[in-house]
């Protein structure tokens, strides 16, 4: 699995969680489970992650679909 975002914001993680789904990337968001031990305040970021294989598939579809700026290098 690599790590193709990490972001506070869950809107930009629910938005890119349903493209991913749609284009039936498969995908994990982790750490999402951290927000209980730190009160919920939104300080630990959560990590979007994919698998080897569809990395690149995956950063071309967030890129074309102007998720670009969000992405992991």
């Known amino acids: 699995m690599q790590e ?3 972001s506070n914001d869950l809107v930009l993680i629910s938005a890119v969680d ?22 919920s305040i939104g300080l630990l970021p959560r990590r979007l992650l994919v698998d080897d294989a569809d990395h690149r598939r995956a950063r071309a579809l967030l890129a074309e679909a102007g998720f670009g700026h969000v992405l992991v290098d």
């Open 18 to 39: 349903a493209l991913l789904s749609a284009a039936g990337i498969e995908h994990q968001v982790a750490d999402s489970h951290m927000s209980a031990l730190e009160g």
């Open 4 to 6: 193709l975002l990490r």
